[in-house]
């Protein structure tokens, strides 16, 4: 026999050994371990005292060839650009690891699809996939049906796919953002998009529009962005420029929004409010900074993560369900960048 030298590796404790020490069966070590809740808390201690005691680790690799699932649950983003994300995978991460799961990242590249993310994601077997601001093709569908996995698609949507959706009610909060201007006196209005096909540009542009048709307003000057700080610095002086000077400017997110506020201030020497107001939408850190103090409509970003996570438990549970679509209601966050001087012929205001 060959003496174990200094520095080699421990023979590792096995459940058997931590079963043996805790005077219980190896079932219930197994259950403990995962905080069944038909363990008693007396049990549970004595089972984590003696598997400490032994240096015993849980492999969850072992553990999901007996029940079939890995624990793990794939996010999928397309982009990092915007600070709002930073957030909802904080959050994500946070209640997954709280029910017992873990998250996997996975970004598009720039000669990426999301075809190929989706290969490797089905790699990792992984319980399910939240798809975050980006869409899936159809192929990509098929994909994921074929090998079972529940998907949640989280801030946007594609009509006819028959999957799960969490989204900010973003039509509404389009609605919200033209009765919010109007009564504050507001009369011609300017919108900076960002990426036109996306669900979210889309249905803020389209609430916006139907509310100040339903007012009977003009219609926004539109002018395209992309989602970034430097596309709406450059969206706003364009749109400035097109004609006639709008009183007030909607952007479909608030990092465009920001990017516009130093547009109008540092490259065009107005001021704002005083000159032309300013909105946006999500809410994010730093719109609520000194210096920046952004008027936006706030995406209740802790309700649509509980949301999708219910659903996609609900899945897991109950293979088969009807897809759901959710919406989650915005909130107007009044701020120091839209004048408030109420006009003569509007009384209420609407939040979102």
């Known amino acids: ?200 540009n889309r249905d803020r542009l389209e609430g916006f529009r139907q509310q100040l048709d339903h007012l009977d307003l003009p219609m926004p000057t539109l002018e395209y962005g992309g989602y970034t700080y430097e596309s709406g610095r450059e969206a706003v002086k364009r749109l400035v420029f097109q004609g006639e000077r709008p009183d007030a400017i909607f952007c479909a997110n608030d990092i465009m929004a920001i990017g516009a506020l130093d547009g109008l201030r540092l490259d065009l020497g107005l001021r704002v409010p005083d000159d032309i107001s300013l909105i946006g939408f999500d809410d994010i850190p730093m719109a609520s900074w000194s210096g920046i103090e952004l008027t936006t409509v706030r995406q209740r970003r802790a309700r649509m993560v509980e949301a999708s996570l219910q659903i996609l438990s609900s899945n897991l549970a109950a293979p088969g369900l009807e897809p759901v679509f959710h919406l989650e209601p915005g909130r107007l966050i009044v701020r120091q960048t839209v004048r408030l001087k109420v006009s003569h012929d509007s009384q209420v205001v609407a939040s979102a």
């Open 1 to 200: 026999m060959t003496a174990r030298t200094e520095g080699s590796r421990k023979p590792l404790a096995t459940s058997q050994d931590v079963a043996r020490l805790a005077g219980v069966s190896q079932s219930t070590v197994s259950r403990a371990l995962a905080d069944h809740p038909s363990v008693s808390e007396d049990t549970r201690k004595k089972v984590w005292e003696a598997a400490d005691a032994l240096g015993y680790r849980p492999n969850a690799l072992a553990r999901s060839l007996i029940t079939q699932r890995s624990g793990l649950i794939a996010i999928v983003v397309a982009s990092m650009d915007n600070p709002f994300y930073w957030e909802v995978l904080t959050l994500f991460s946070q209640a997954l690891q709280a029910a017992g799961l873990q998250l996997l990242l996975f970004t598009i590249g720039p000669r990426e699809n999301f075809d190929s993310v989706v290969r490797k994601v089905l790699q990792y077997r992984v319980d399910g996939i939240i798809v975050v601001s980006a869409v899936l093709s159809s192929q990509a569908i098929i994909e994921c049906r074929e090998a079972g996995l529940p998907v949640v698609l989280f801030n946007r949507y594609v009509d006819k796919t028959g999957l799960n959706v969490v989204t900010c009610d973003n039509v509404e909060g389009g609605k919200a953002v033209a009765t919010f201007l109007a009564n504050t006196g507001h009369r011609t209005f300017g919108f900076i998009s960002g990426v036109e096909d996306t669900s979210t």
